[in-house]
């Protein structure tokens, strides 16, 4: 049985940061690439950020270039989202998900299996 558990997120002001964890059971991990995504109130599933198999290769939406970090740890199944200068804007429940391609997707529906979502909530 496929597992993504997410953990991490809450509520922060403009500014702070935040992280999140993914930890990945029932598959070799290793062998998918991982992707975050996000989704507001009346909005569809959006690309935040993706990342290889091996980690070499991270790829960011515009909207959170330059403040938000994805990597991976193989060896403990885990991909992590570094979340800094956070804005209101980014307020949505946050997804993790596995793709078995070698690079990884901005589109959601090429992800196979999805953690349970996590809030996160940036106040002004």
């Known amino acids: 049985q496929v597992q993504l558990v997410q953990s991490g997120g809450g509520l922060v002001q403009s500014g702070g940061s935040l992280s999140l964890s993914c930890a990945a059971s029932g598959i070799t991990f290793s062998r998918y690439s991982m992707g975050w995504f996000r989704q507001a109130p009346g909005t569809e599933r959006e690309f935040v950020a993706y990342?290889?198999?091996?980690?070499?290769?991270?790829s960011y939406a515009d909207s959170v270039k330059g403040r938000f970090t994805i990597s991976r740890d193989n060896a403990k199944n885990t991909v992590y989202l570094q979340m800094n200068s956070l804005k209101p804007e980014d307020t949505a429940v946050y997804y993790c998900?596995?793709?078995?391609?070698?690079?990884?997707?901005?589109?959601?529906?090429?992800?196979?299996?999805w953690g349970q979502g996590t809030q996160i909530t940036v106040s002004s």
């Open positions: 998900a596995a793709d078995s391609s070698v690079l990884g997707h901005p589109a959601a529906e090429k992800y196979d299996y």
């Open positions: 990342i290889s198999r091996s980690g070499s290769f991270t």
